[in-house]
């Protein structure tokens, strides 16, 4: 039995740090109306302020487009916005926000050939630092003379996206440097407030060279900005090589440890120093195609690395919001181990469930004392005069776990009831129903509404007995525990 204790006399702020922003996939598809229909439900529904997606400028989006004769000779460059309108637009619309990273390179700027991915962003320097200079004016202005001055400075702007990587950026750490200088020395000659930030980079990457280069050059820089997931250490020393990565693996999904993240964090904090510190990417796992992502797992890890890195990070943006993700085109299937939030039809996966607990949770944080040594743990929350609980039980896959069985002290003794919503095997968990369908690739209307009615959380009621809370967590699982007008006891 594990024991934990509630000592509501002792309270922190606890921000929602991770509602400030989540990824999404390219830019293009957020003029899509499934991609907006979702995006729409993840903010009324989780409170996400920002949406971030790569490729901005891509050739798609018909921003930088060379326009040639019959004859083949070049007529010159058309610039045009009406597609990042049309998206910003909607952002707005539903009072949302665009976290802009600026990439990928239009070709007719481009110093080499390189396409990426199926929707072909260009991963290469402009050919010349005044046709980038050019288009990020241009781009400035038009969204300044469109939105305002006031709108714009909420924003947030990054400088391309994971640099240290070859696949995301061909150029070198100079190279990325100095594409950071021209463009901030660009867009704050037009308007000095807006915010920008850097390195963006993959696996905590390049922090005390970003702040060091930017010190010694006297340029802005508003907040650091970089990206982690637990299985960035083997796949990094795998050099980015899926195949290589499961040799060195021997197959195990992992071989990184529980608490990996918060480890990550608190290093890159430190490296930070005064700076603001935004995640613009993480998730439990950095391969597409990974069944945790689909699986109450997902929750459970999410659940106890929101409640480690509190007080460390000022953004951390979940990547993605949905399973609409092209960068190794569209995946067929319901659940096929897809970054989102959400499948490509919709139905809510278990870490939707997760990210609705926190959404709902209060502001203060109150301290919770133990001498567990297990794979479980609780997070306490005073919301008004409700005690909320979030209790967790989570391991990484190649480490053992068990059914934990917990005791709750809390600091009022009483007999009654609490409610109680789950998030495990049994619980929210539309992924067992459809394997239970047979795994259809497609599924009907019928379908799909059974899919996310096993999504949703049931309430229960869970009994309280002088003052003590029995609870039985199995192994990746999540529960939710509210204790109505707690503190108007007091």
Known sequence: MLDFKVNSSIKTPFPHYWEMCVGSSHAYTALRADYQEQLTKAHDELGIKYVRFHGLFDDEMSVCIEN???????????????????????????????????????????SKKNKIFPYGGNNSMPK??????????????????????????????????????????????DDYFHLYEITVKTAKKIDQKLRFGGPATSYNSWIPDMVNFCQQNNLPLDFISTHHYPTDDPLWKSGMDIEEFFKKTKGKQTDYHRGILKEMTSKTRKEAAEYPLFY???????????????????????????????????????????????????????????????????????????????????????????????????????????????????????????????TIDLDHEFNGNCEIKRIDKNHANPKKLWQEMGEPTYVDKEQLAKLRSASQLVLEQLAIKKGKINLELIPQSCALITISNYFGQE
């Open 68 to 110: 040639f004769d019959f004859t083949g000779k070049s007529q010159g460059i058309t610039y045009n916005f009406v597609n990042i309108d049309k998206i910003y637009d909607f952002l707005l619309k539903i009072g949302m926000k665009p976290f802009i990273e600026l990439g990928f390179m239009p070709s007719c700027l481009a």
């Open 128 to 173: 010349s630092d005044k046709a980038w200079e050019n288009l990020i004016t241009k781009f400035i202005k038009h969204i300044i003379n469109r939105y305002g001055k006031d709108e714009v400075e909420s924003w947030y702007f990054e400088v391309w996206n994971e640099p240290n990587l070859p696949l995301f950026f061909s150029g070198t750490q």
């Open 280 to 406: 613009t990417e993480w998730n439990v796992s950095a391969m597409l195609g990974d069944a945790i992502h689909d699986e109450p797992y997902a929750a459970a890890m999410v659940a106890k690395t929101l409640a480690d890195n509190d007080g460390l990070v000022d953004c951390y943006s979940y990547w993605t919001f949905s399973d609409i993700f092209e960068e190794e085109s569209q995946k067929p299937g319901v659940f096929h181990g897809g970054f989102g939030l959400q499948t490509v039809d919709g139905i809510e996966k278990p870490v939707y469930r997760l990210f609705e607990f926190f959404h709902n949770l209060g502001n203060q944080r109150i301290k919770v004392e133990d001498n567990n040594n297990s794979t479980a743990e609780i997070l306490a929350v005073q919301k008004g005069k409700d005690l909320q609980i979030v209790a967790y039980n989570h391991n990484v896959p190649s480490c053992k776990i068990k059914t934990e069985q917990l």
